[in-house]
């Protein structure tokens, strides 16, 4: 931080830093200096030449938000002559302005010209000239408009879209008097704007304004505003909701708050919809004679509980299994496992981060101790190197990915390792593009190359590697034979590329690694991890400030479910099951016999599905899953829930898999309950009742309740999920230090021992977590993948997801600002291998492979390999996972959803009309 200084401003002495913005410090200091075009988050532009201020020893007005502190400076903010200047400057742009006004946005401009009193006509020296003005309205956009009748040329949406969300999108069209704002080449719907609304928050006046609900939002007639946490991504974006007439209305970004600080991508803006659609559900549903009919709660949670504890007598607790949601809260889910291990008996549950990020966790557990990750979000800007891999982070993270394009326009180096093309390529120094399957080869190859070029950091090794050179010299013999011509063979990286990459790792002062599912989900997906570990490890990049390993979740709590316990192998706080020590502690908790809890492993996600079409399992409980769209395999996941006695789904949709439910209860959505969640930097945030749930849905804490009570196990006597949350924080030890009146203004960062903890920006700077407090080198080889192309199969699948949709797509499809975007299945191909099977972007084609088919539309694009193809798995009328196969890496039980061999035909023109 630079030097501490002392300037005066209107008479009054003002400590601050040299080289602040003056006046940034002048508005902190509670001078408020009237301004347009200045954004704290924003460059200077001076364009509105309204901050103007006076500086002893210059000449003339200075603009104050372009100009840096010193020493001694003496400012005049505030005098007749400047209020005269700045008066003058408001009555010019008010003559080029559009006074209309609707209610429906924040003017900061008309609030200056009614302080200023220059709204009334007889006041303003200056005529209008609008109608001399040629002004453009651009409406062609699905959520938002542009009037230029509105438009002061501040430039502060140019700037919001270039420096906040890094997109450059927009920029000024003509010239003087005439120029207005257009985005890409002229039309807003042509262009590459994704929707994200940054220029919309930004605007000082109503020329850029949100469109969804405009014809009903009025401001002065809100209900209330509500700050909480984003439903969707793992960023955990702080969100402030409009509520009018008991809906919601509009959702802004929370400025100066983490880990967003205002930014929102396009699903946090207008991806809110889903909450009050039609469509939820709203009464409990029976199926009597294959036919669901409306139900009492007292039925049907009468007959839940009956059904449970008959098949708990009949065939033993481990018969049941429940399946949990990274989408509710984690008090929900902290009552949820609860329930599974008090009133159910059994360890049987799982939930979405089995088939997501499992492997990255059970490799960090074995070499760190810890499965979240390293480092804070905010970190991904100033870290020196940004290695990236498997991860589709602008779209699978458009907030995080923020901080990492703001990094690359500073000189931070980014290296991308994935098969596809990503648009984080654009701002890439590398693009490594291997084979699918590929990864352990290519990071042995670039270890193998760090150590033969002596860019080791070998203090690290000997104090900080549990077996220190003797771990290392294995690791080392291991990848003797990954030189950079043979990794070039298995992978198609070229060599050079290799050593290039592991130079600017290796060598940089801070480098933080960013995995996702394209290396988790794979059949190898915990050695990948292993090897990234490896990487860390061997040069010293992790332990220490902007350096570590980080897995951004992908739902919104994939963290906290986690955290709170929801695993067959772990209760709250990552504590072993088979810790005896700790279930007595958690039998005391909980008030139930030690004996009762049991230390059995309970099987996995895809195991559960195995189980049940072998009839071991009889009946599962799913509480906001849907495991007719996400698992693997799912001809075989259908042939397995059939076979179940009693299968209850409760969601807030029809979704997939409540069609074949006994039982569907409605439950609350984020916005109609209180609660936490945890985002992907082990922050855990507030969430808040904004509105009211539709008919009889219920919070989903209360319905399991009320089943383990009519089950005979009273699991618990809550008034509030703040109640909920203290015990769950008592039997979480890294959550211990966290409480509702902690987080009421911000997160925290767990690990949080004790209430006067302020939390853990950043892990592993003493110690890992391991026994020895050492990480744990994992040498491991390369394997084949064991499902490869053939003459009858003979292209690979990758799957991901994409910006506008969201998972299972229960919630993003429900909103009709996402989907005028991207609605509609697709797969992507090489042009190449488009002219090679005689095919052209648009067709409709068939996908097939020995485990089902789908059919989707085609387009040819570049950014696949050739022999390859990529699709989204969000749209369930073409369902990927009728193709992926269920087996399971052995470490993680993570099926391979990113390699599955497939045949690709071209649908004929009838079968297309008759669709």
């Known amino acids: 931080m630079s030097k501490e200084i002392q300037i005066t401003i209107d008479g009054e002495k003002i400590t601050t830093h040299e080289g602040d913005n003056l006046l940034k410090v002048a508005l902190e200091n509670g001078f408020i200096i009237p301004n347009l075009c200045y954004h704290r988050k924003l460059s200077p532009t001076g364009a509105c030449r309204l901050c103007i201020v006076k500086i002893e020893g210059v000449r003339g007005f200075v603009t104050s938000c372009s100009t840096k502190v010193q020493e001694n400076m003496v400012v005049t903010a505030f005098d007749d002559e400047i209020e005269s200047q700045r008066r003058q400057t408001l009555s010019l742009l008010l003559s080029e302005h559009n006074r209309d006004y609707d209610n429906t946005y924040y003017d900061e401009f008309r609030e200056l010209i009614q302080e200023y009193e220059l709204d009334e006509p007889a006041n303003n020296s200056h005529n209008s000239i609008t109608h001399e003005i040629n002004h453009i309205r651009d409406f062609s956009s699905p959520v938002l408009s542009y009037d230029s009748s509105k438009c002061i040329k501040c430039f502060r949406c140019i700037k919001a879209c270039e420096e906040v969300q890094g997109k450059s999108v927009l920029s000024f069209f003509e010239r003087g008097i005439d120029s207005y704002i257009v985005a890409g080449t002229g039309i807003w719907s042509e262009s590459e704007c994704d929707g994200c609304g940054e220029c919309v928050q930004l605007c000082p006046t109503g020329a850029l304004v949100e469109k969804p609900h405009r014809d009903l939002i009025q401001l002065d007639q809100l209900d209330k505003k509500v700050q909480t946490t984003c439903p969707y991504c793992g960023v955990g974006c702080q969100i402030e909701l409009y509520i009018q007439d008991g809906k919601i209305v509009r959702s802004t970004g929370v400025e100066g708050l983490s880990p967003n600080d205002g930014r929102l991508c396009i699903k946090g803006r207008f991806g809110y919809d889903f909450v009050q659609s039609p469509e939820r559900l709203t009464k409990p549903l029976i199926k009597k004679n294959g036919i669901f009919e409306e139900a009492s709660w007292d039925e049907a949670l009468d007959l839940i509980a009956t059904k449970f504890n008959k098949i708990k007598d009949q065939f033993g607790p481990d018969a049941i299994a429940g399946y949990s949601s990274a989408k509710c809260t984690n008090e929900d889910n902290y009552i949820f496992q609860k329930m599974m291990r008090v009133a159910f008996g059994t360890n049987n549950m799982d939930y979405c981060t089995r088939l997501c990020h499992a492997s990255t966790v059970t490799a960090m557990l074995r070499a760190i101790g810890d499965g979240a990750g390293s480092n804070s979000i905010e970190d991904f800007e100033t870290t020196d190197c940004l290695f990236v891999t498997g991860n589709n982070i602008i779209e699978t993270h458009p907030i995080t990915a923020t901080y990492v394009k703001r990094g690359a326009a500073k000189g931070q180096k980014i290296i991308v390792c994935d098969p596809r093309w990503t648009p984080l390529v654009k701002?890439?120094?590398?693009?490594?593009?291997?084979?699918?399957?590929?990864?352990?080869?290519?990071?042995?190859?670039?270890?193998?190359?760090?150590?033969?070029?002596?860019?080791?950091?070998?203090?690290?090794?000997?104090?900080?590697?549990?077996?220190?050179?003797?771990?290392?010299?294995?690791?080392?013999?291991?990848?003797?034979?990954?030189?950079?011509?043979?990794?070039?063979?298995?992978?198609?990286?070229?060599?050079?590329?290799?050593?290039?990459?592991?130079?600017?790792?290796?060598?940089?002062?801070?480098?933080?690694?960013?995995?996702?599912?394209?290396?988790?989900?794979?059949?190898?997906?915990?050695?990948?991890?292993?090897?990234?570990?490896?990487?860390?490890?061997?040069?010293?990049?992790?332990?220490?400030?902007?350096?570590?390993?980080?897995?951004?979740?992908?739902?919104?709590?994939?963290?906290?479910?986690?955290?709170?316990?929801?695993?067959?192998?772990?209760?709250?706080?990552?504590?072993?099951?088979?810790?005896?020590?700790?279930?007595?502690?958690?039998?005391?908790?909980?008030?139930?016999?030690?004996?009762?809890?049991?230390?059995?492993?309970?099987?996995?996600?895809?195991?559960?599905?195995?189980?049940?079409?072998?009839?071991?399992?009889?009946?599962?409980?799913?509480?906001?899953?849907?495991?007719?769209?996400?698992?693997?395999?799912?001809?075989?996941?259908?042939?397995?829930?059939?076979?179940?006695?009693?299968?209850?789904?409760?969601?807030?949709?029809?979704?997939?898999?409540?069609?074949?439910?006994?039982?569907?209860?409605?439950?609350?959505?984020?916005?109609?309950?209180?609660?936490?969640?945890?985002?992907?930097?082990?922050?855990?945030?507030?969430?808040?009742?904004?509105?009211?749930?539709?008919?009889?849905?219920?919070?989903?804490?209360?319905?399991?309740?009320?089943?383990?009570?009519?089950?005979?196990?009273?699991?618990?006597?809550?008034?509030?999920?703040?109640?909920?949350f203290d015990e769950l924080a008592e039997a979480t030890p890294i959550m211990s230090g966290i409480s509702?009146?902690?987080?009421?203004?911000?997160?925290?960062?767990?690990?949080?021992?004790?209430?006067?903890?302020?939390?853990?920006?950043?892990?592993?700077?003493?110690?890992?977590?391991?026994?020895?407090?050492?990480?744990?080198?994992?040498?491991?080889?390369?394997?084949?993948?064991?499902?490869?192309?053939?003459?009858?199969?003979?292209?690979?699948?990758?799957?991901?997801?994409?910006?506008?949709?969201?998972?299972?797509?229960?919630?993003?499809?429900?909103?009709?600002?996402?989907?005028?975007?991207?609605?509609?299945?697709?797969?992507?191909?090489?042009?190449?291998?488009?002219?090679?099977?005689?095919?052209?972007?648009?067709?409709?084609?068939?996908?097939?492979?020995?485990?089902?088919?789908?059919?989707?539309?085609?387009?040819?694009?570049?950014?696949?390999?050739?022999?390859?193809?990529?699709?989204?798995?969000?749209?369930g009328e073409s369902l990927v996972n009728n193709l992926t196969r269920d087996d399971l890496d052995p470490f993680s039980k993570i099926a391979p959803f990113k390699l599955s061999a497939v045949r690709i035909e071209k649908i004929e023109e009838e079968s297309e009309a008759t669709e």
Not at 531 to 543: A, E, M, R, V, W
Not at 673 to 692: H, M, Q
Not at 751 to 771: V, Y
């Open 427 to 724: 701002y890439a120094k590398i693009w490594l593009q291997p084979k699918l399957g590929t990864d352990v080869a290519l990071l042995n190859g670039l270890i193998h190359i760090i150590i033969k070029e002596d860019w080791v950091d070998y203090d690290f090794i000997k104090s900080r590697v549990e077996r220190g050179l003797e771990a290392f010299e294995e690791l080392k013999k291991l990848v003797e034979n990954y030189t950079p011509e043979e990794v070039e063979k298995i992978t198609s990286v070229p060599a050079e590329k290799l050593y290039e990459a592991a130079k600017m790792y290796a060598n940089a002062p801070t480098a933080m690694i960013a995995t996702g599912m394209g290396m988790s989900q794979q059949v190898t997906g915990t050695h990948n991890v292993f090897s990234l570990l490896n990487l860390c490890f061997i040069t010293g990049q992790i332990g220490k400030e902007r350096c570590g390993i980080n897995p951004p979740r992908g739902q919104n709590n994939v963290q906290g479910a986690t955290d709170v316990g929801v695993s067959p192998l772990n209760y709250p706080g990552y504590i072993p099951i088979k810790n005896e020590e700790n279930r007595k502690r958690i039998a005391k908790l909980w008030n139930v016999d030690f004996e009762s809890l049991s230390d059995k492993p309970g099987l996995t996600t895809v195991e559960i599905m195995k189980a049940a079409h072998d009839g071991k399992i009889k009946a599962i409980f799913i509480m906001g899953e849907n495991p007719m769209v996400t698992d693997p395999n799912l001809n075989h996941t259908i042939d397995s829930v059939k076979k179940l006695d009693f299968l209850v789904v409760q969601d807030i949709f029809h979704t997939e898999t409540t069609a074949y439910a006994d039982v569907i209860l409605p439950a609350a959505s984020f916005a109609e309950k209180e609660g936490t969640f945890v985002n992907s930097d082990r922050r855990v945030l507030r969430v808040r009742k904004a509105v009211e749930s539709p008919g009889e849905a219920r919070e989903d804490w209360k319905i399991l309740l009320e089943i383990a009570n009519r089950m005979g196990k009273n699991i618990g006597n809550y008034n509030s999920a703040s109640e909920i």
């Open 740 to 875: 509702y009146q902690r987080l009421e203004k911000s997160g925290i960062q767990w690990p949080c021992p004790d209430k006067n903890h302020p939390g853990t920006g950043t892990l592993f700077l003493e110690k890992f977590n391991t026994p020895s407090g050492k990480a744990i080198l994992h040498p491991v080889d390369y394997v084949p993948q064991s499902e490869k192309a053939t003459s009858e199969f003979p292209l690979i699948l990758n799957s991901g997801r994409i910006l506008y949709q969201y998972h299972s797509s229960t919630m993003s499809r429900k909103n009709e600002a996402l989907n005028a975007f991207a609605n509609k299945s697709y797969v992507l191909m090489n042009p190449l291998d488009a002219e090679k099977y005689d095919l052209k972007t648009g067709d409709l084609v068939k996908l097939t492979n020995i485990r089902g088919s789908l059919e989707t539309h085609l387009i040819s694009s570049e950014g696949v390999a050739i022999g390859e193809l990529f699709m989204p798995w969000h749209y």
